[in-house]
């Protein structure tokens, strides 16, 4: 795969980075500190899409020739969006909350040039097994989830264990949708 621009990726998340690299492209991470605040009138999808966006626009005034990705990834439990839990107390309600149903995972992706921003969102159903209390304990103390959305990755031990079954992209539950975002860089001519 070529570029035909320098690729940009703006985000800590290692998930995302080696999820990039695996594609086999070239990029450098670039990160600014962007807060995660949106309009409580939005729709979900609308919510991960306008992060993404969000995010994207602390660098535009940075872009000569490269392309920019940033993307951003809610859980929601019917109307209910789980961010990232900020104690283990938190971690733990919203293990509670999603075992033993279904919940959605949506991701919104940015790709910014200097000349164009596209915008787009994945999502995938994920189902849960009943979870013991001894279980979540288990996963909280070992894996520390409070770098994830809704509390858990699906990559790890509770992902092992506990998800019965997924409907759609896993990559998309991990944090980056790639099917979609190849796409849409060959459609951009980002990739040639």
């Known amino acids: 795969m070529n570029l035909t621009r320098p690729l940009i990726l703006a985000s800590n998340s290692p ?19 962007v807060a995660e605040d949106f309009p409580l009138t939005l729709q979900r999808e609308q919510v991960a899409e306008f992060l993404a966006s969000h995010k994207a626009d602390a660098y535009r005034l940075d872009l000569s ?17 789980l961010n990232k839990p900020a104690s283990y107390a938190e971690a733990f309600e919203m293990l509670q909350a999603l075992s033993g149903k279904a919940h959605e995972v949506i991701t919104g992706v940015c790709i910014l040039t200097s000349k164009q921003k596209t915008v787009f969102h994945d999502v995938t159903k994920v189902y849960f097994k009943a979870l013991t209390d001894d279980e979540i304990a288990y996963y909280i103390n070992t894996c520390k989830p409070y770098d994830k959305a809704g509390a858990y990755g699906i990559q790890e031990w509770i ?10 992209s896993y990559f998309n539950v991990v944090g980056l949708p790639v099917q979609k975002l190849y796409q849409q860089l060959v459609k951009l001519k980002i990739i040639n």
Request: net charge negative; with cysteine.
């Open 159 to 168: 992902g092992m264990v506990g998800i019965e079954k997924i409907e759609g």
């Open 15 to 33: 998930r995302r980075k080696e999820l990039l690299s695996q594609l086999g492209l070239a990029f450098t991470i670039q990160v600014k500190e």
């Open 65 to 81: 020739d490269e392309a920019l990705i940033t993307a951003d990834t809610i859980v929601c439990l019917s109307e209910r969006i």
